[in-house]
């Protein structure tokens, strides 16, 4: 699962802290993002490459789509790799040939175990999702990043304003979080096998994909 949100954190990751909607015209200033959702305490506004200079409405809120969306996918990413390093797998197998979901390592080493029908059915679903659900497909998103189209909703239209741009900042930081924390593991787990270092530097070592 991991390998499949590693291209997304590269492209996600370099605007994690561009800030969502702006006042249209052709071209703004940096100072026109400066306060939106994601321009906060303690980095503020923060933009290092240069992303959103002289860039219009459409630019930002682009940029915007691409980081909420690999945040969320980085979210789900990091649950994925918890769960299944804590020994948690779908009973059964997985092919017609006798391997066991318990038999797949977690992390990138999944990819060499995983039959290649297997990955081309996880490619086939991740472009379903991508082109028929996880978008703004009944024209009625409030914001970029709003999937409910008219069916998923929660409570959020019983939150107040004030609320649901605390939340929609929560979720911005926690796929800003998660971004990082998946290519950390994905890096480490290249590196020494070893993903969860910082277990180790504080003396609980996990003895990752034993026996697997």
């Known amino acids: 699962m991991n390998i499949f949100v590693l291209s997304s954190l590269l492209a996600g990751t370099v605007c994690a802290f561009a800030p969502t909607k702006v006042s249209h015209s052709s071209t703004l200033s940096l100072a026109a993002f400066e306060n939106e959702i994601g321009a906060q305490a303690p980095l503020g506004f ?6 959103l200079a002289d860039a219009d409405v459409e630019r930002f809120e682009r940029l915007r789509y691409v980081e909420i969306k690999h945040g969320r996918i980085s979210m789900l990413a990091i649950l994925g790799h918890l769960f299944t390093t804590g020994g948690l797998r779908l009973p059964g197998d ?19 175990k995983v039959p290649a029908a297997g ?7 991740i472009g379903f999702l991508e082109l028929s659900v996880m978008k703004d497909v009944t024209g009625e998103g409030e914001f970029v990043g709003d999937f409910r ?3 998923i909703d929660f409570g959020w239209d ?15 930081n926690n796929g800003r979080a998660a971004m990082m924390g998946i290519l950390g593991l994905m890096v480490h787990e290249m ?22």
């Open 46 to 51: 923060f933009d290092p490459l240069g992303l």
């Open 191 to 212: 590196l020494n096998n070893d993903p969860y270092v910082i277990n180790s530097l504080v003396g609980a070592p996990i003895t990752f994909n034993s026996g697997l």
């Open 149 to 151: 189209n008219g069916f």
């Open 158 to 172: 019983a939150f107040s304003p004030e609320e649901q741009v605390r939340k929609r900042a929560i979720e911005l």
């Open 119 to 125: 990955l081309a059915q996880i490619v086939a679903f």
């Open 94 to 112: 997985i092919d017609y040939h006798g391997t066991s979901f318990e038999s797949i390592p977690t992390g990138i080493a999944a990819l060499s």
